[in-house]
């Protein structure tokens, strides 16, 4: 019996090519370290008789290393392995290890020190944010210097050509959770799979925008100036032509913004804003002021600084050991998991796009002078606002962890968001302050007519007050959208835009001109804030409730 019991041992039910051999337990197998001299061929040998007693998620690994009975031993080959294996364990100790502290992030520092990493992060991050602003902005300056018309025209033509971008927002917060998530369980194949089906999706709806512009660019910004002012329409229509060029490489590039977002990575969108804006500013001033090109030499500047700036973000990604040039058509399924995420998002933007949109067609109604003041003001609070984009990537890449992750801790959760919003607040009253001072006291940057110099100092409170909330508000949507509360931010939005466009019509019927418009877009702005607000320190809110079960039906039936 105990002859028979030792034959049909594990370690013997294969041939033994030793049979002088002393068996002795391997040090990998059963235990992380060991002071036993075992040879390293018994160590090699005894894995290839040990496979029964290895994990099955183990196994895999040490396939490799059986030896079947016509194979010869080689010493210096299993010293090699044993020395690879040895190699891969301490490999993936250390990336264990990076995965834990990266994990941690945020949690659990000191609320100073949460403020630093913050700034670090939200500070080249802001690039992906400025670069579409900042190149409206330098149209605007340059082509205030030569025309008033032309500068009254670039208001109607930015609304076809950068806030209907927004719409497509949605495509950069997809592409940045489902990055962000994929990575989180290390699997770098899937986080290019999902890349390849969001640049499909971003290249199909870039073209699509180039096809709605080419047909029907001329009609919205006849629209968009009413009958009054026709004579903006020839302008405003070559300047939307020439910069719907770059639709599909705008949407594309935002993908690859995203996704190196999602990676943790700021620093590719603060490069490609500098170069992009290099070429806008050159282009800008050659065309439009030594070549006297006018509005149609400041559209070629912007359009090729976007095409530059989308080729450097997927050469950004392309180094990172993906392929952003490889796209994949998605299933259905696939595009229904995008569109779950992203439909709340859609309508977020929407309602915001739809409100500007509102804010831009009473104020074109007001006179040329009126709607090149807008024009100045509009697009330097867009320059100012998006500073405070990147505090909403950060609520969403570092806040899933403590709300929902497995370093689950609510509490941190919201000494987080306290970070966020005193930020928030201090770079309000920051922007706020040179926001205004700027358009007040340096108004010839933009126009030296002083009708339209004028018009602009009249809106100057509102101005503040609309600008130095704004940080805060993104950071509290931010927080909301991490904790997949998507449905109360589609709502909320939609209610904001139903209140702030009654009162665009008040103010606007009741003949406060332009500042009146102006009160609307502050009493938009602070009804954002609040509503946020009161949501995330409400006791059922997604800080403070332990029961996300309620958050992720929303969810479901939002979309």
Known sequence: MQAKALLTHPFLTRPLLNPNLKLRPSPSVFTKKSTLSTPRFHQSFLRSCSRNFVPQNQSSKLKRYCISPSQELNFESNEALVEEEEEEEKEEDEEEVRVE????????????????????????????????????????????????????????????????????????????NMVATSL???????????ISILLFIGLICGFLMLFVTRLFGSQAITAFSGTKNAHLVPAGNAYVQIRGLAWPAVLV??????????????????????????????????????????????AWATMVSQVVAAYMMIEALNKKGYNAFSISIPSLNELLAVLTLAA??????????????????????????????????????????????????TAQSFMPELICGVNHNLSKARLLLKSLVTIGATLG??????????????????????????????????????????????????????????????????????????????????????????????????????????RLLSPNGILYSEDLRQYEAKKLRAA
Request: glycine share 10%.
């Open 344 to 393: 709340p998002v859609f309508v977020t933007m929407m309602s915001k796009v739809a409100f500007y949109s509102l804010l831009i067609y009473f104020a074109t109604s007001m006179g040329t002078h009126t709607v090149a003041a807008h024009q100045v003001m509009l697009q330097t609070l867009g320059m100012c606002a998006v500073w405070g984009e990147p505090l909403s990537q």
């Open 184 to 194: 989180a369980r290390r699997d770098k194949n899937e986080v290019q799979h999902q």
């Open 253 to 298: 590039g935002w993908v690859a913004q995203s996704a190196s977002l999602g990676m943790k990575d700021s620093w590719g969108p603060l490069k490609a804003l500098a170069v992009a804006t290099a070429i806008n500013g050159i282009g800008d001033v050659v065309l439009c002021i030594f070549l006297g090109y006018g509005v149609a030499g400041a």
């Open 429 to 534: 009253l920051v922007l706020g302050i040179i926001g205004t001072a700027v358009p007040c006291f340096y108004p010839n940057i933009f126009t030296p007519d002083p009708k339209v110099i004028q018009e602009m100092h009249k809106v100057l409170l509102p101005y503040f007050l609309a600008l130095a909330v704004t940080p805060s508000t993104h950071s509290l949507e931010g927080t909301l959208l991490a904790g997949r509360d998507l449905r109360f931010i589609s709502l909320s939005m939609c209610g904001c835009f139903a209140f702030g466009a009654l009162l665009l019509l008040l103010m606007s019927t009741r003949g406060y001109g332009l500042p009146g418009c102006w009160f609307a877009l502050v009493g938009f702005q602070w009804a954002r804030f609040s509503l946020s607000l009161q």
């Open 101 to 176: 502290i990266e994990a941690e992030g945020l949690a659990n520092q000191s609320i100073w020190n949460q403020m630093k990493e913050i700034v670090m992060f939200t500070g080249p991050a802001s690039g992906l944010w400025i670069c579409g602003p900042l190149m409206s902005l330098i149209d605007t300056a340059v082509i205030g210097q030569g025309s008033s018309i032309e500068l009254a025209a670039l208001g109607p033509a930015t609304v076809v050509c950068d806030y209907m971008g927004y719409v497509f927002m949605f495509l950069s917060v997809a592409t940045s």
